[in-house]
C-alpha cells in the first residue's frame, strides 16, 4: 500500500503489514521526511486505514533516510498568505497528532537521526515512542520565527511542564538519553536497531487481547483531562463494558483454566 505526495508526485508515505503490526514509512528521505501537505494527508490517510483494517493490533512509523522527520515543509509557507490560509495549512499538518490520539490501535514512533519541530511532535503524539541512540530531538521553530504550537500539545502530556517549555522556549535539540530521562522515549536502541526495538513492542502488544487495548487506550485518552473521581467512575464504566465482551470471557476461562490464549487464540471481531 502507499500514498502519494502531490507536491513533488513521489510516495510520501508507505505502509506494509508485518503479522499484526501495520508498519508507516515516512518517505521523503531527500527532505528529511519533512511534513509537506501530500505527506501529512498520506500519513493521516495510512492511519487511518490500518486503524480500520482486520487484524492489525499495533502499527510502527518509521523515517526513510538519514532522519525520522526535521519538522514542516517551509517551502510551502512562501505560497500562502494571510492567516485564514496559514490556519488552514497547519491544521492540515496536525491532524495526524489528533488521529492518533482517537485511534484505538497503539501506534508505535521509531525514530533515528532527527525528530525536530514536527517531528518531536509525532514523537510525542504517538503512545509509544523507542529511538536509535545519536538521535537528535528538539522543538527548533523559534530558530526560524515559528513556534511549535502544535507539537506543543502533545508534548505537554509527554513531558513535565518545565521539560516541555525548555524544548519550545529554547528551541535547542537534546540526545535521545535525554529524550528517555524526560519521559518523551520508552527506549533508547543501539544505532540501526530503533525499528527493530518498535516491533518487539509492537509485537508484545499485539500478543495481548486486541479489544481490551483498543478500548483500554481510548479510556485512557478519554480520561486524561478528568477529575480524579471522575476518571475513576468512567474507568468503572468502561472496565464494565469490557468485562461482557468475548475477548474477556475467553481471556479469563482460559487464564482460570491454566492455559493463557495465544495471538491467534481470541476472539474474531
Given amino acids: 500500500m502507499s500514498n502519494s505526495d502531490s507536491p513533488g508526485g513521489s510516495e510520501a508515505v508507505l505502509t506494509d503489514q508485518d503479522g499484526h503490526v501495520g508498519v508507516v514509512t515516512l518517505n ?9 501537505t501530500g505527506l501529512a494527508t498520506a500519513l493521516d490517510d495510512a492511519l487511518l486505514e490500518f486503524e480500520a483494517a482486520d487484524g492489525v493490533r499495533a502499527v510502527v512509523v518509521q523515517g526513510a533516510g538519514d532522519a525520522f522527520s526535521a519538522g514542516i515543509d517551509l517551502s510551502e509557507h512562501r505560497t500562502l498568505g494571510g492567516e485564514t490560509e496559514y490556519e488552514e495549512w497547519v491544521t492540515r499538518m ?30 510525542a503524539a504517538c503512545d509509544l515512542a523507542v529511538a536509535a541512540e545519536g538521535t ?16 506543543a500539545v502533545p508534548l505537554m502530556g509527554a513531558v513535565t511542564r518545565k521539560r516541555c517549555l525548555e524544548l519550545l522556549l529554547t528551541g535547542e535539540l537534546i540526545d535521545a538519553e535525554t529524550a ?65 465482551t468475548a475477548d474477556a470471557e475467553a481471556g479469563v476461562d482460559a487464564f482460570l483454566d491454566g492455559d493463557p490464549l495465544e495471538a491467534e487464540e481470541w476472539p474474531e471481531g
Fill in 136 to 151: 537528535q530531538l528538539g522543538a527548533t521553530a523559534p530558530k526560524v520565527g515559528l513556534f511549535c504550537m502544535g507539537p
Fill in 28 to 36: 521523503r528521505p531527500g527532505a528529511m521526511n519533512t511534513f509537506s
Fill in 180 to 244: 528517555r530521562e524526560w519521559g518523551l522515549l520508552n527506549r533508547v536502541t543501539d544505532a540501526g536497531k530503533h525499528v527493530e526495538g518498535a516491533m518487539e513492542l509492537a509485537e508484545t502488544i499485539a500478543t495481548k487481547s486486541p479489544t481490551a487495548v483498543q478500548r483500554g487506550k481510548r479510556a485512557f485518552y478519554e480520561m486524561t483531562d478528568m477529575s480524579y473521581g471522575e476518571a475513576l467512575a468512567h474507568s468503572n464504566g468502561r472496565f464494565a463494558e469490557l468485562c461482557a
Fill in 94 to 123: 496536525e491532524q495526524p497528532f489528533l488521529t492518533l490520539a482517537e485511534m484505538g490501535t497503539p501506534v508505535i514512533a521509531a525514530a533515528h537521526g532527527h525528530a525536530a519541530a514536527n517531528g518531536i511532535g509525532l514523537v
